[in-house]
């Protein structure tokens, strides 16, 4: 008994040490998505201990978070995410006199329609989704999600393995707008995709970017900061935003409601817009800064001077971009129209 | 000491982890939300759903691949179990060792793996360039999805098995022998028979996990290979609706349970012994 006993007082103190007197903020955000330095840095210059954990969606973060198992103090939610947690009453509005650093982000990447005062988010990241391709394969201009469709490529195009992504591409070449809740322009989309369903070898998420390093694939639909570090380790790929439109996504940092330390969580979010450890984030990860002064430390580089990191102005306005909606109850419908895809693709 | 004491932490955690969980998705598959908030009322809408014929095709899908796989994993692990019985004592621990030792490895890794060897500028390809064999495209195929079971999933095949051939009674062998039965005849008449209890508790050890199994066919089946397991993890963590995900687990473990059944019929012995009976 007595042995036990030491055991279970063992364990309790292996638990304990979480907690060796400093300040904790547990922070949960995107796999691969800031630099560790940047949270060392924090710890020492504040004295506290980070708690960082990852997610690979946007629907996982959520589960988790309504779940309430884990009060974390600051997360990293998309677009439409974020809409719905604010209407949902998820998340505490932002004290601005404690993010003096928020000024530098871009007034472009401000008032965007899901917090359109900005008050419950700052941009971390943000970015479009286009086309990767191979210039020593594909010949000639890519400009339009339509060579998705182009037999010549037969089992050399990677989809997004993502329900939203690889509909959105569908949608507009349809012409039709990627929150669409018409059910004939959904069911138009689907069909469109059991089409190309035989040119595509896969349908992937993270495994696309060490896929088209090594020239695994032509062509490849992929996030525009994932295309930008494809092509720093691959110089023969190149990135295109489809003419017909394309997605532009915000990924920004919130606090939810029931967040342990508020204080530190702003001093956290301040933190992450501070010039130096803006610039060393966007070095890290290559997505796009909405932070002015850190867009401006990288400009002419080589990695960072191409259409993926940094499209410019006249090509984002000339295109029609367009963000995703909190989907509601549509979630199970396209959840369904995406099953349909893949029954009809066998 | 009264060694039944001894089971009681088993009781314990078959109850904790196994138990409650599965009476808590039979509790989420027959409720929705009510009227107010934080209320449930009775609904069977979730079966009706679930019943649909798409997904019963996807259920369909599935079954066919982890029919495939195990009798991919019954051809190779049979044949195993017999060569690794016929071994010197000594031997034989060593290659069951030899057998296990991949598994202490994550699943996700050795799928990882495998994605490097089929990938098409992969470690197979460039061996295949080498000797002027042309370029293969296995990743992202049928195969290679049945590969990945069948990876995983053979020890669970051969172990059960091997400990049934080990088990016939040699003196039944010698017997057969004595008595003018050829080595062929010996091993259809004698040894097959009496090793069918371990076939039928391999079968169901393989069977349940490729019936179920959802990262494999991700990983190697590039998310073309909609599996149950697969529209289950969805409804969890994608759409969010615990309900009907709790109505596709219920489904999918009536068909296994039914499957289950089926299997035991074939089995000669279990009805008076409790070789071959699955481990719950």
Known sequence: MKKLLGIALFVLTLAGCGNDGREQLFVYNWGEYMD??????????????????????????????????????????????????ISEGMLLPLDFDKLPNATHI??????????????????????????VYDTKVVSGPVDSWSILWDEAYGGQIYMYDSQRDSLMVALKLLGYSLNTT??????????????????????????????????NAALAVVYSGDAAFIMSENPNMNFAIPKEGTNLWVDAMVIPKGANNPDLAHAFINFMHRADIAEMNTRHVMYSTPNVLALEAVKGEVWADNFAYNPPREVLDGIPMEMFRDPGAYLEIYDRIWSEVLIGAR | ???????????????????????????????????????????????????????????WGSFVIALASTAACLLIGYPAAWFISRLRARSQSQV?????????????????????????????????????????????????????????????????????????????????????????????????????????????????????????????????????????????????????????????????????????????????????????
Do not use: C
């Not at chain 2, 449930?40 to 759903?49: E, V």
């Open chain 1, 36 to 85: 560790p330095e940047a949270i060392r840095l924090f710890e020492d210059e504040f004295g506290v201990r980070v708690v960082y954990d990852t997610f690979d969606s946007n629907e996982t973060m959520y589960q988790v978070l309504r779940a309430g198992t884990t009060q974390y103090d600051v997360v990293f939610p998309s677009d439409y995410k974020i809409e719905r947690m």
């Open chain 2, 96 to 280: 069951i060792l030899l057998l296990m030792m991949p598994m202490w490895i994550n699943m996700l890794l050795r799928s990882y793996a495998w994605m490097t060897i089929l990938s098409r500028n992969g470690i197979l390809n460039s061996v295949l360039a080498f000797f002027g064999l042309p370029e293969q495209n296995l990743l992202y195929t049928d195969f290679a999805v049945i590969l990945g079971m069948v990876y995983n999933f053979l020890p669970f095949m051969i172990l059960p098995i091997y400990t049934a051939i080990l088990k016939v009674d040699a003196n039944l062998v010698d017997a057969a022998r004595d008595l003018g039965a050829s080595p062929g005849e010996t091993f259809l008449k004698v040894i097959f028979p009496l090793s069918i209890p371990g076939i039928i508790t391999g079968i169901t050890m393989v069977f349940l996990p490729s019936m179920s199994s959802f990262v494999i066919p991700q990983l190697l089946g590039g998310g073309q290979f909609l599996m149950i397991g697969n529209l289950i993890e969805r409804q969890y963590l994608l759409t969010g609706n615990w309900h009907f995900g709790s109505a596709l687990a219920m489904l999918l473990m009536a068909f296994i349970l039914l499957s289950v059944w089926l299997m035991k019929r074939f089995d000669p012995k279990s009805m008076d012994s409790g070789e071959g009976v699955i481990p719950w």
């Open chain 1, 182 to 215: 018409d059910m004939d322009e959904l069911a138009a989309a689907r069909d469109l995709l059991i089409k190309q369903s035989p040119l595509v070898i896969a349908y992937v998420t993270d495994h696309v970017i060490m896929s088209m390093i090594a020239g």
């Open chain 1, 106 to 131: 871009s007034e472009n990447l401000l008032g965007l329609g899901f917090d359109p005062q900005n008050r419950y988010s700052v941009p971390y990241f943000w970015g479009t989704v286009g086309i």
């Open chain 2, 1 to 59: 000491m009264d060694t039944k004491k001894l089971s009681y932490p088993y009781l314990v955690w078959i109850t904790l982890t196994i138990l409650v969980p599965m009476l808590l998705i039979f509790l989420y598959s027959i409720i929705e939300p009510g009227p107010e908030p934080l209320t449930f009322q009775f609904s069977l809408a979730h079966y009706l759903r679930a019943l649909d014929g798409l997904h019963l095709q996807v259920l």
